[in-house]
């Protein structure tokens, strides 16, 4: 008898989950969380390509003055309080970058690992004497900056710790992947054993659920292929906080849109499981390992990461590949 897609997910995320769960870096996870305290409480939020009477610079050139690093230093100094405005991936990518200094007090992430972290975004400097601006899944800020799966597939890359997923389903045939994919319902969705093997100081990527509120199935999609009229990825890029004694998911970022952006920006915000139709949580393990950053140079692509910005969508199983979850 065939089993369901949702019920195959659902063996493959408990079955990662044991793994996971059994092993956590606690040290990380509390430097993740410290980190978070170091930037400032909103700061605006804006995705433009140009500064307006709102917000005064961009949150492209937001990062490229918080990250401070020249030719001769062994590491960079980063600025929370310049990085802003921003958005949700610049968020979880500032973060962690400041995470990865707090943690690495002895060296063990290389001059030209952080050289290469730098964010690339079409500035001239002494780094990037070129004014090179990475698309998403190129270099380390492309990947963090990506469609879909991104940090799961940058941890993967590194080999610096795991991620477990989880899909709710699709509502409507048009998009189901298989015939016997089922939408779970809400008390299903909720009881999800995903909600809790997350770990406070996890890296979640969120794909909203759009069936309730815009009557479409935009959460089952991953990427964007840029074709009119398909439906496209809804996601957004968080620090996972933990879950309510309500229930609910627990998480920071740099939240927005809405109708007062410049009132938006980093902030803790929280949302009802069947808010969310797709997750990926990561979890990082091993820091030490983004020294391999180092082989990673600017230019470098991830052919899954970079194809799901205007070129295809992904499957679950594609996912499932991409983030190295065994199926």
Known sequence: ??????????????????????????????????????????????????????????????????????????????????????????????????????????????????????????????????????????????????????????????????????????KNDTVKEAPTERYLTDDEWRAHPIWRQAVRGDLMKIFWNRNESRGHDGGAIVGYDGVKGHLQEAGHSVVFLGMSTDGKVVYWSSNGPGDDPARMGYSVATCDPTAIQRVVFTRILRPERFDKVRDMEPTDVNQYLYDLNGRTHSSTAQLIDAIGAKR
């Open 1 to 170: 008898m065939k089993k369901t897609v949702a019920f195959f997910l659902m063996l493959l995320v408990a079955a990662c989950a044991v793994h996971a769960q059994n092993r956590v870096n606690w040290r990380w996870q509390r430097t993740v969380i410290a980190a978070i305290d170091k930037f400032p409480h909103r700061g605006g939020y804006y995705t433009g390509g140009r500064p307006n009477d709102t917000f005064l610079k961009t949150t492209w050139r937001g990062l490229h003055d918080a990250y401070r690093m020249q030719p001769d230093d062994a590491r960079p100094r980063f600025a929370p309080m310049q990085a802003q405005p921003s958005f949700c991936s610049s968020a979880t990518y500032a973060v962690l970058i400041q995470a990865l200094l707090d943690y690495d007090k002895n060296g063990a992430i290389s001059p030209q690992a952080w050289r290469n972290m730098k964010p690339y975004v079409g500035i001239k400097d002494a780094l990037n004497p070129d004014g090179l601006a990475q698309d998403d899944g190129v270099g380390f800020w492309g990947r963090c900056n990506a469609n879909g799966p991104s940090l799961g597939v940058l941890v993967h890359e590194l080999d610096a710790g795991c991620s477990i997923t989880a899909f709710r389903g699709a």
